[in-house]
């Protein structure tokens, strides 16, 4: 019954207007996953009262008894979902259900223009899944009132999916969310009650909150339990298949595609938890929001306690997906206990094993499957020997790099692999840092390396420099970048014209005054005639090119000029005895060499003058 207030009808958000044609006219090769989306949603909602009710138990008003319930009329040709869980406010219902609060919803829509084969796992992706609905049905009502607020506070929103819906106060008493859905004729078979059993056992058999229907369609039929209602991880692995696990997945992590791989575990000691972690096969469009972290569910005793428990896992874990249940903490356990509970250290710590010992058993076991996985996550797993010290070299065993010798098949060098191809006497693992793969493959440092035959990793990643700042080493072997200053071949290496080239030099370091700290002969170099490099205590020019472009301010670094004597360019100098010439060439030499590395130019207009210059 509505009170006196008026229907208001508002504008769905542009984007949400672009979805919902996207959905209704050409989405979904399998429709009958918009019941498990609403299913997911109420168990969501069910779990989120848990939680609100452990500060405030007169949330549960009268009805303790947390529950779903499907029903359908053929006669209406509805279908209903109905929870009595946290329920929504107006303003709640505006801003959850009128626009999609998401950072990724252009991309989503892009994606989903792009390949509508793949729109279910793009729709478990995104988090859209209620908009599912208009598949099926061609309006659709949500009756809701939050709890805690009186009967007059419930709302009544209704829309075709035509771009508007409308939005009335309604007294209710029911607490909690029911959606409506008046089906299209196509959708007939949604108005099955075995169908419907069917797919509620096959996509939310897991939830642990009791799904009931009634046995008959008529209203004053009895309900029974549809779904076992039974907490999947507290099962023992034998009893559980893989499919009953892809299926926790999927709701676990509002996902449409199996995951990659999972770890389920019962840990009894002086701790007692039982942990089902999962790894995703397909990276969410979030992943690089490093705050947002919405990964491990945390649960007491088998009571939901709250979602995004941030520590249960470490950033750059943040992928992993699912449970934690604790039989140790109390239940009015709060974030900020969180912050300093040795028990939930243990569990972190003992969590993060888990998970990098199932990803070098997957390394070690099905390459494929890795690869897969590096594709998807590498570069966040990169993150992680700047984050946790205490599995530096496990995680530094789980990385993988494209190298000189392998730079076509991508990144799937190891820095194990790298150690036993190293060749005899050489004491330091080599690599290189440029923003691209084949920037770094070009690179003019790589000349007297190939020479040599020996083998350089190619880093390509915005993260590598905060990698490589944190890894030093691995299994006793520096990390060398060829781009520093105290990188050093053999003796023997030295150009024979190096003992008359000490007056060029002078020249050069006079010609150059304060743009660099030093100028200095290269045994580096063999087809280029000069690079440029740095102390191995100053910051590269790579790393501070990216903080100039994210806007953060990075000290001023003088690079060191090397020259390849032996370059016919080089040698041409000595010849000129014009100075203000030989300064033109010399400036030209240093800034070839900055752009070479992928730096940008002080000046580029004196650049583009000195070469009219010189080649007039």
Same mark, same amino acid.
């Given at each position: 019954m509505s009170v006196d207030a008026p229907v208001e009808t508002l504008e769905f958000q542009a984007e949400v207007k +672009?979805?919902?044609?996207?959905?209704?006219?050409?989405?979904?090769?399998?429709?009958?996953?918009?019941?498990?989306?609403?299913?997911?949603?109420?168990?969501?909602?069910? &779990?989120?009262?848990?939680?609100?009710?452990?500060?405030?138990?007169?949330?549960?008003?009268?009805?303790? *008894?947390?529950?779903?319930?499907?029903?359908? $009329?053929?006669?209406?040709?509805? =279908?209903?979902?109905?929870?009595?869980?946290?329920?929504?406010?107006?303003?709640?219902?505006?801003? /959850?259900?009128?626009?999609?609060?998401?950072?990724?919803?252009?991309? !989503?829509?892009? *994606? =989903?223009?792009?390949?509508?084969?793949?729109?279910?796992?793009?729709?478990? #992706?995104?988090?859209?899944?209620?908009?599912?609905?208009?598949?099926?049905?061609?309006?659709?009502?949500l009756l809701t009132r939050r709890a805690g607020l009186t009967a007059g506070h419930g709302v009544r929103w209704v829309s075709d999916g035509s771009g508007q819906y409308t939005l009335e106060t309604i007294e209710r008493a029911a607490r909690g969310t029911e959606v409506i859905l008046h089906l299209k004729d196509d959708a007939s078979e949604?108005?099955?009650?075995?169908?419907?059993? #069917?797919?509620?056992?096959?996509?939310?058999?897991?939830?642990?909150?009791?799904?009931?229907?009634?046995? @008959?369609?008529?209203?004053?039929?009895?309900?029974?339990?549809?779904?076992?209602?039974?907490?999947?991880?507290?099962?023992?692995?034998? @009893?559980?298949?893989?499919?009953?696990?892809? @299926?926790?997945?999927?709701?676990?992590?509002?996902?449409?595609?199996?995951?990659?791989?999972?770890?389920?575990?019962?840990?009894?000691?002086?701790n007692e938890y039982t942990s089902l972690l999962f790894i995703p096969a397909r990276a969410p469009f979030d992943l690089w929001d490093r705050d947002r972290m919405h990964g491990v569910k945390l649960y007491v005793k088998r009571v939901f306690i709250m979602d995004d428990a941030e520590k249960l896992m470490p950033r750059y874990l943040r992928f992993v997906r699912g449970v934690i249940d604790s039989n140790d903490l109390p239940l009015n356990v709060?974030?900020?206990?969180? #912050?300093?509970? *040795?028990?939930? $250290?243990?569990?972190?710590?003992g969590s993060v094993k888990k998970i990098l010992g199932q990803l070098e058993q997957m390394a070690e076991n099905e390459a494929e499957k890795?690869?897969? !996985?590096?594709?998807?996550?590498? #570069?966040?797993?990169?993150?992680?020997?700047?984050? &946790?010290?205490? /599995?530096?070299?496990?995680?530094?065993?789980?990385?993988? !790099?494209?190298?000189? +010798?392998?730079?076509?098949?991508?990144?799937?060098?190891?820095?194990?692999?790298?150690?036993?191809?190293?060749?005899?006497? +050489?004491?330091?693992?080599?690599?290189?840092? *440029?923003?691209?793969?084949?920037?770094?493959?070009n690179s003019p440092h790589l000349e007297a390396f190939r020479k040599k035959g020996l083998e350089v990793l190619l880093l390509s990643d915005r993260v590598d420099e905060w990698l490589v700042s944190h890894l030093r080493e691995f299994e006793g072997k520096p990390l060398k970048s060829v781009t520093?200053? $105290?990188?050093?071949?053999?003796?023997?290496?030295?150009?024979? @014209?190096?003992?008359?080239?000490? &007056?060029?030099?002078?020249?050069?370091?006079?010609?150059?005054?304060?743009?660099?700290?030093d100028v200095r002969i290269s045994t580096r170099l063999v087809d280029s005639p000069s690079c440029v490099v740095t102390d191995e205590h100053d910051m590269s020019l790579h790393l501070q090119r990216l903080l100039k472009e994210a806007g953060q301010s990075a000290p001023a670094v003088r690079p060191i000029l090397e020259l390849n004597v032996s370059h016919p360019l080089v040698a041409r100098l000595k010849s000129i005895e014009d100075d203000a010439r030989f300064s033109d060439w010399a400036r030209l030499l240093l800034e070839q060499a900055?752009?070479?590395?992928?730096?940008?130019?002080?000046?580029?207009?004196?650049f583009v003058r000195r070469l009219n210059r010189l080649m007039s």
């Open positions: +672009q979805l919902l044609r996207l959905m209704i006219h050409s989405l979904y090769s399998n429709r009958e996953i918009f019941l498990r989306e609403l299913v997911s949603n109420a168990s969501d909602a069910c &779990d989120k009262l848990r939680f609100e009710a452990l500060g405030d138990a007169g949330l549960y008003e009268s009805d303790p *008894a947390l529950q779903i319930e499907v029903l359908f $009329d053929k006669d209406t040709k509805t =279908l209903t979902v109905r929870d009595n869980g946290i329920g929504m406010s107006r303003e709640e219902v505006i801003e /959850n259900v009128g626009t999609i609060a998401r950072s990724g919803t252009k991309a !989503f829509l892009e *994606a =989903l223009e792009q390949d509508k084969a793949k729109d279910a796992a793009l729709i478990g #992706q995104f988090g859209v899944g209620f908009y599912s609905s208009f598949i099926v049905a061609e309006r659709v009502e949604f108005l099955d009650g075995w169908r419907l059993r #069917q797919i509620i056992r096959r996509y939310s058999d897991h939830i642990t909150l009791p799904v009931m229907m009634r046995s @008959e369609s008529e209203e004053g039929g009895e309900t029974e339990r549809v779904n076992s209602a039974s907490a999947l991880w507290a099962r023992a692995k034998s @009893e559980i298949s893989d499919e009953e696990y892809a @299926e926790f997945y999927k709701h676990v992590a509002h996902d449409w595609e199996a995951p990659l791989a999972w770890t389920h575990n019962r840990v009894e000691g002086r709060s974030r900020e206990i969180l #912050q300093s509970s *040795a028990v939930i $250290d243990s569990i972190r710590a890795y690869a897969t !996985f590096w594709k998807e996550f590498g #570069q966040v797993l990169k993150e992680g020997p700047a984050e &946790d010290f205490a /599995n530096r070299e496990q995680i530094a065993r789980l990385l993988r !790099f494209a190298s000189t +010798q392998d730079s076509a098949a991508g990144p799937v060098m190891s820095l194990k692999a790298y150690l036993e191809r190293m060749q005899e006497g +050489q004491d330091a693992i080599y690599y290189i840092i *440029a923003d691209t793969l084949a920037a770094a493959l520093r200053a $105290d990188v050093k071949l053999d003796e023997e290496d030295k150009h024979p @014209e190096a003992e008359q080239a000490g &007056d060029l030099i002078e020249r050069f370091k006079t010609a150059l005054g304060e743009s660099v700290s900055i752009l070479a590395e992928g730096g940008a130019l002080d000046d580029a207009a004196g």
